[in-house]
C-alpha cells in the first residue's frame, strides 16, 4: 500500500560490509528521487537489527578498506536523514552501532519485545565515530543521553531503550514490521509531514553537507 521495507539480511548478525553500506546508500538517495508515497521502513532479518559495522571486515581491513568502510557508513546514514519521507525502523533484535545510529535517525522507531541489546559501544570497540553519525547523535539525543551513551559504551534491552531514547515504542516481536507500516502510513497522511520534518532537520541537513564540502575541499 505504497509503504517501501528494506529489510538488512547478511548471515549471520546482518553485519554491514563495505559493500552493504555501499548498496544502501545507493538505495537511499534513489529512493529520495521518488519517494514511497506511504514511506520507508528499515528492518532487519535472521532475528537481528544489525551488528552495526562488520568488525572482522574492519579488522583486515587496509588503507583503501578503512576508507571505504568510514565513508560508507558516512553515507548510508546521510542518505537515510536526508530521505523526505516517513522513515520507521523496526528494530527486531540486536542493534550495535550503526544500528544505534539508525534507530536515532528514524522519525519513529520501534523494538522488539524480547532479549536484545542496543547501543553505541564505539568507545569499547575502539572505533570512533565518524561525522555523520556524530551529527545524528547531536541531532537526536539529549546531551545527557548522547553522554552516557557515547562515553560508557553501555547496551540497553528493549524495555530500557525507550528511556535512552534508542526507541519509541515496544512492540511483540512477531508484529513489529506490520507495526512499522502503519506508523509509516499514519505519518505520510499528514498533509505538512513533510514541510515539518524538513524543517525539523534543516540545521543536521546543513551540517551533513559541510562534512562532505570540506572533504571535497581537502
Known sequence: DGTLVVTLDRLPLNALSAESLEEGATL???TAEAPPEAGLVLTGANGVFTAGVDIKQAADADHEMRRRLFWGINDFCAALMRLPCPVVAAVTGHAIGAGGIVAIAADWTLIAD??????????????????IPQIIMEYGLSPVWHRRLALTSVLYGAKESIEAELADEL??????VDRAVTRAQEMAA?????????????????????????????
Request: aromatic fraction near 8%; charge should be negative.
Open 114 to 131: 524480547t532479549e536484545l541489546k542496543i547501543g553505541l559501544p564505539e568507545a569499547k570497540a575502539g572505533l570512533p565515530f565518524p561525522q
Open 190 to 218: 499528514q498533509p505538512a509531514f513533510v514541510e515539518i520534518k524538513a524543517n525539523m532537520r534543516r540545521q543536521a541537513w546543513q551540517d551533513i553537507d559541510t562534512v562532505y564540502a570540506e572533504r571535497d575541499a581537502s
Open 28 to 30: 537511499l538517495a534513489e
Open 171 to 176: 512492540v511483540p516481536a512477531d508484529e513489529i
